[in-house]
């Protein structure tokens, strides 16, 4: 009895030596782990956040300039549980930044983008996903040019105003780690405009003002929100690492509603990250839009920033380092 005894006791111990001895490896984009207890949730978890700061200043300089101070932030994470056929992906992607000249702070960078996809595999390389996509602003915004001489600025977005809710139901192709294509035939979405203040109409002059009877972002006069029932959407995402320190980040979205394909809305989303040491990096951020209801024009965002950054994933780890070595954080 005591030879049973113990021999189950020495089993204990060789087992507890054996999964100390592998502790799970958190990992960053960039090769920098962390070993932390072993996760069984079936989670996989990522943050990636950075904070940018710019300052010029000008004391009696000849050769003139503006003192200044810009600063902003970005983060994007990513929560993905996997169990068998079934996996469940969330994103967020956030971005605020100002800039601060003559006294005058102007809103720099600015985005709410939240995407859930609940999804099943039916074949190899095929998923059947049903999804949410949310976007807004956080603070207000405003324009500062063609307005009438009384007036500095023009409030034309606020958080919520507009704000966008899609739903996609359909079918998923995902041939690797990092590339996935999603068709939606049923994507009703939602427009949220909470301030009427937004709404604004350009006179002959060519100068803007404020008119409470325009439509706002595809939103009618008097009312505080807008649905598009029958409508398809497209979405193409490429999540990989081009080199060990250079990652790439880009989603492509389009969206129509089945009667007004005179009216096929386009944005594109891209984040390359170039990182110079653990805690440095370069980001350029591109942002294209084209939606008839907020512009008759394409609409472009584009920032380029070198600043301090952080990142941790419990992604499992690929073998092929620049073929998404980790599935980065961010959208996917």
């Not at 943050?47 to 000849?62: E, I, L």
């Not at 969330?90 to 800039?99: P, S």
């Not at 068709?183 to 409470?212: C, E, H, K, W």
């Amino acid at each position: 009895m005591k030879k049973f005894v113990l021999c189950i006791v020495m089993l204990g111990l060789s087992l507890n030596g054996v999964y100390a001895q592998e502790p799970t490896r958190v990992t960053t984009n960039f090769k920098d782990t962390v070993a932390v207890k072993p996760d069984t949730s079936y989670w996989q978890k990522s943050f990636s956040g950075g904070v940018n700061f710019n300052q010029a200043s000008f004391s009696n300089w000849s050769g003139g300039g503006v003192n200044s101070v810009a600063i902003g932030a970005v983060v994007a994470a990513r929560a993905l549980y996997e169990k068998g056929k079934i996996s469940w992906d969330n994103t967020a992607d956030l971005q605020l930044g100002y800039v601060t000249q003559l006294g005058n702070t102007r809103k720099a960078a600015d985005q709410i983008m939240l995407i859930s996809v609940l999804g099943k595999q039916i074949a190899p390389k095929w998923d059947f996903f049903v999804s949410g996509t949310f976007n807004t602003f956080f603070a207000p915004g405003y324009r500062y040019d063609k307005l009438p001489a009384d007036q500095t600025r023009l409030k034309v977005s606020n958080f919520f105003a507009p704000a966008q809710l899609t739903l996609a139901l359909g079918i998923a192709y995902k041939p690797n780690d990092w590339f996935a294509l999603r068709m939606s035939p049923i994507a009703p979405r939602f427009t949220f405009l909470a301030d009427q203040s937004v709404r604004v109409s350009q006179l002959a002059n060519g100068n803007y003002v404020y008119d409470p009877t325009q439509k706002a972002y595809g939103v009618d006069p008097g009312k505080s929100s807008r649905t598009e029932w029958l409508a398809f959407q497209l979405q193409a995402a490429i999540n990989r690492n081009l080199t060990e320190n250079i990652s790439l980040n880009t989603r492509y979205q389009l969206f129509t509603e089945y009667a007004h394909f005179d009216n096929i809305n386009h944005r594109l989303d891209l984040i390359l990250t170039a990182k110079a040491s653990k805690y440095i990096s370069t980001t350029f951020g591109l942002i294209a839009l084209y939606n008839k209801d907020f512009s008759s024009s394409l609409q472009i965002q584009q920032t380029l920033a070198i600043g301090l950054v952080y990142n941790i994933s419990s992604f499992k780890k690929k073998k092929d380092p620049t073929k998404a070595s980790d599935p980065l954080p961010g959208r996917f």
